[in-house]
T-cell receptor, first 113, second 113 residues
Framework: QQQVKQSPQSLIVQKGGISIINCAYE??????FPWYQQFPGKGPALLIA?????SEKKEGRFTISFNKSAKQFSLHIMDSQPGDSATYFC????????????FGTGTSLTVIP | ETGVTQSPTHLIKTRGQQVTLRCSSQ?????VSWYQQALGQGPQFIFQ???????GRGNFPPRFSGLQFPNYSSELNVNALELDDSALYLC????????????FGQGTRLTVV
């Protein structure tokens, strides 16, 4: 059973556009929601993370929107650049479990110059 | 660089064999988790070690086992290898004061033939 569902599977965006990736979860015990970026041949790298006490978090061009009642969260990449082309994973973990994450299935983002 | 190093980077084994994968974390990272990432999928949590004790386990059989050592290194052992064990194996370590901040290694690509 997939604990975190992610969509779309792939995304193509023009340079300068906005990339939006969505995730949904069922387990209300989840209290930490990170997004990871992974390039081919590399391990995932933390981009940005949010806890459910806030509805939005912004770091540079990356924003997480969080809807606790709907149990959904999304990643917005503003002014997308070709260097953003990578696979993005949402994840979730429960209180006091540290780095025990449930990952989504990933979104392959391609930014066209 | 994340400061997390995995070895070897690639490995080919025969079905039924045993394999040991290694991870070296940063000093002060007392929590390490191992993940299996099948091609085109998100990482799946195998187990977590905290201060050399197993501290959580995902839906993996007992032939997947681990060790954590006082020098912040750890091992993942897999016995009786099956073809479906072919995947990228990732370790993620976290500092004690920020247990959800995970730093991933580059992974070990295991192929079982």
């Amino acid at each position: 059973q997939q604990q975190v569902k992610q969509s779309p599977q792939s995304l193509i965006v023009q340079k300068g556009g906005i990339s939006i990736i969505n995730c949904a979860y069922e387990n209300t015990a989840f209290d930490y929601f990170p997004w990871y970026q992974q390039f081919p041949g590399k391990g995932p790298a933390l981009l940005i993370a949010i806890r459910p006490d806030v509805s939005e978090k912004k770091e540079g061009r990356f924003t997480i929107s969080f809807n606790k009642s709907a149990k959904q969260f999304s990643l917005h990449i503003m002014d997308s650049q070709p260097g953003d082309s990578a696979t993005y994973f949402c994840a979730a973990s429960a209180l006091n479990t540290g780095n025990q994450f449930y990952f989504g299935t990933g979104t392959s983002l391609t930014v066209i110059p | 660089e994340t400061g997390v190093t995995q070895s070897p980077t690639h490995l080919i084994k025969t079905r039924g064999q045993q394999v040991t994968l290694r991870c070296s974390s940063q000093s002060g990272h007392n929590t390490v988790s191992w993940y299996q990432q099948a091609l085109g999928q998100g990482p799946q949590f195998i187990f977590q070690y905290y201060r050399e004790e197993e501290n959580g386990r995902g839906n993996f059989p007992p032939r997947f086992s681990g060790l954590q050592f006082p020098n912040y290194s750890s091992e993942l052992n897999v016995n009786a290898l099956e073809l479906d064990d072919s995947a990228l194996y990732l370790c993620a370590s976290s500092p004690t004061d920020r247990p959800t901040e995970a730093f991933f290694g580059q992974g070990t690509r295991l192929t079982v033939v």
